[in-house]
Structure formats: structure tokens, C-alpha cells
């Protein structure tokens, strides 16, 4: 087992937990990833995972009708979709490694409280670690 585990971790009680990366669904279409994956890509090759991804499930999801995959027939795929951190596991899944550090969220409130303390945009993506190393000064 290779597991990709974050250099960071939120402030919550939520616990960070190893995730099968082969058995999370992702949820945005392949070229929106293609558009923003290479900038990512080039940062985590250098500095890996900063933050955990972020998990929910078919009965927790709060946008179900609008983003949940389906099946040819129309159904719900019932399992586990990552909802921030798609590119950690394609990155993940390239790089050989079978599981991920995450966090189950059961809501969206728990999903905002996590994405408020790690969001990123693909400028902040750090370039080498003394940048990332700058980032975390406390």
C-alpha cells in the first residue's frame, strides 16, 4: 500500500482518513482537469499533496440531481466521489500510489469549513518547497 498523505492538515475534528484511490469517482468533466492539470501537475511533482482531499458519498452529497454521476440508465452510482481534490487523485493514481488522505464530509457545512482554511487557485500553487515552506510561516 502507497499512501499520499498531505503535508498540512486543517484544524478539525474531523479525522483525515486513507481513501482507495481507485474507488473514488471524480466529479468534473475530463477538460476542465486537461485545462488546469498541468499547472498543478508541475507543483505537486515538486512538493507533493499540500492538503487532504476532500470525500462525500451518494446519501450525504448535497447537490445529488445536479452533479452525482449516473449510469447508461439513468441512476444514481452509488460509492464515494471526491469533492475538492480531483486533480490530488489523478495525480495520485499517475504517480503509483493507492490510497489518499482525506476527509469524509457528511454536509456542506463541513465541506466550506474545510475548503475556508486550504483553498487554492492555480496561482498560489507553490513552485518549489522554500516557497511552500514561505506559504506555512506561523
Do not use: C
Not at 7 to 12: A, F, G
Not at 23 to 52: C, T
Not at 60 to 67: G, L
Amino acid at each position: 500500500m502507497k499512501v499520499l498523505r498531505s503535508i498540512k492538515k486543517v484544524k478539525t475534528p474531523i479525522p483525515v482518513v486513507e481513501f482507495d484511490v481507485n474507488e473514488l469517482m471524480l466529479i468534473p468533466h475530463i477538460k476542465w482537469i486537461q485545462k488546469r492539470y498541468p499547472n498543478f501537475k508541475n507543483s505537486a511533482d515538486k512538493v507533493g499533496m499540500i492538503w487532504p482531499i476532500i470525500v462525500t458519498d451518494d446519501k450525504h452529497y448535497w447537490q445529488h440531481e445536479k452533479n452525482w454521476p449516473k449510469d447508461e440508465q439513468g441512476n444514481y452510482i452509488p460509492g464515494k466521489m471526491v469533492h475538492t481534490g480531483n486533480k490530488r487523485v489523478i495525480w495520485a493514481r499517475e504517480n503509483g500510489y493507492t490510497h489518499i488522505e482525506g476527509y469524509f464530509v457528511n454536509d456542506k457545512m463541513e465541506k466550506d469549513k474545510i475548503v475556508s482554511q486550504t483553498f487554492m487557485g492555480r496561482i498560489d500553487y507553490p513552485k518549489s518547497l522554500p516557497q511552500l515552506q514561505g506559504m506555512f510561516k506561523e
